[in-house]
T-cell receptor, first 116, second 116 residues
Framework: AQTVTQSQPEMSVQEAETVTLSCTYD???????LFWYKQPPSRQMILVIR??????QNATENRFSVNFQKAAKSFSLKISDSQLGDTAMYFC?????????????FGTGTRLTIIP | EAGVTQFPSHSVIEKGQTVTLRCDPI?????LYWYRRVMGKEIKFLLH????????ESGMPNNRFLAERTGGTYSTLKVQPAELEDSGVYFC??????????????FGNGTRLTVT
């Protein structure tokens, strides 16, 4: 069974600073996908960034980037130049690449607050 | 396009009562998923529909939970009779394809269920 661990229940950072959210996972699968989802207060959860395990290059989406360490089974999210709109719950998620039946395994989430 | 909508947004019921949650996916999305987050814990997969068929219901907690998707459009999740441990936020998500990497999930706002 796969597990996803987010060891930081809450974090806060000043606006414009950089923050890194940690995520580790455990799996015996050889190929899989990793995701970071964001849920702003009272709003829908949306995809922030995704990474395919066999791609060594770290994914980047504007101010969001990941540090994917496959051997260490680590998938941290870095938010650069943080903005007030980044305040949200952040969930790390994993799924084996099993086409046709992909269900996500989530971590417990990190509540991130950006301080003005 | 309209997003995934869930109704009601909140529901408070007494132990032993019945509650039905509804999810309207994005039009044209064949894949519909139900997830649940118990307070402070991880978001857990409940089940996956492809059109009107249950592709995977391995996450359903017990037979007090019944999910349907008649006609392959909206879905309902009924809890009967509700127990205290059923409290949590129930998320619905939809996607065009079953591959979560190529076709990311679109989540609804969730239904917060409180059983007293």
């Amino acid at each position: 069974a796969q597990t996803v661990t987010q060891s930081q229940p809450e974090m806060s950072v000043q606006e414009a600073e950089t923050v890194t959210l940690s995520c580790t996972y455990d799996t015996s699968e050889s190929n899989y996908y990793l995701f970071w989802y964001k849920q702003p207060p009272s709003r829908q959860m949306i995809l922030v960034i995704r990474q395919e395990a066999y791609k060594q290059q770290n994914a980047t989406e504007n101010r969001f980037s990941v540090n994917f360490q496959k051997a260490a089974k680590s998938f941290s999210l870095k938010i650069s130049d943080s903005q007030l709109g980044d305040t949200a719950m952040y969930f790390c998620a994993f799924t084996p690449s099993n086409f046709g039946n992909e269900k996500l395994t989530f971590g417990t989430g990190t509540r991130l607050t950006i301080i003005p | 396009e309209a997003g995934v909508t869930q109704f009601p947004s909140h529901s408070v019921i007494e132990k032993g009562q019945t509650v039905t949650l509804r999810c309207d996916p994005i039009s044209g999305h064949d894949n519909l998923y139900w997830y649940r987050r118990v307070m402070g814990k991880e978001i857990k997969f409940l089940l996956h529909f492809v059109k009107e068929s249950k592709q995977d219901e391995s996450g359903m907690p017990n037979n007090r939970f019944l999910a349907e998707r008649t006609g392959g459009t909206y879905s309902t999740l009924k809890v009967q009779p509700a127990e205290l441990e059923d409290s949590g936020v129930y998320f619905c998500a939809s996607s065009q394809e079953s591959s979560s990497y190529n076709s990311p999930l679109h989540f609804g706002n969730g239904t917060r269920l409180t059983v007293t």
